[in-house]
């Protein structure tokens, strides 16, 4: 038996878990649509062609916007998981 439903438009909808709409982002101010929930800070960064950069994720409020590593994985479902900008790293070691 099929999880999928005729509706009343006569089109068969799919349940699973995927996300079957794409995700609008940003990225450096550039508008791209996701086909999936999970993006690494590298698949978004080549998005913009600076994988030479760091990556932060925009933070609402009075927090201070998020590093994405390179391997980390964001879940864009969140709409507020969507603002992402480039730059250079400024870190002090210590």
Do not use: Y
């Amino acid at each position: 038996m099929s999880d999928n439903k005729n509706t009343k438009d006569g089109h068969e909808h799919h349940h699973d878990q995927k996300h079957h709409e794409e995700i609008p982002i940003v990225v450096d101010q550039q508008h791209f649509k996701w086909p999936v929930r999970n993006a690494t800070g590298l698949e978004l960064k080549e998005l913009v062609h600076k994988t030479d950069k760091s990556l932060w994720m925009k933070v609402n409020g009075p927090h201070d916007d998020k590093l994405i590593a390179d391997n980390e994985e964001v879940d864009l479902e969140p709409k507020d998981h969507r603002h992402f900008f480039t730059g250079d790293c400024h870190t002090t070691e210590g």
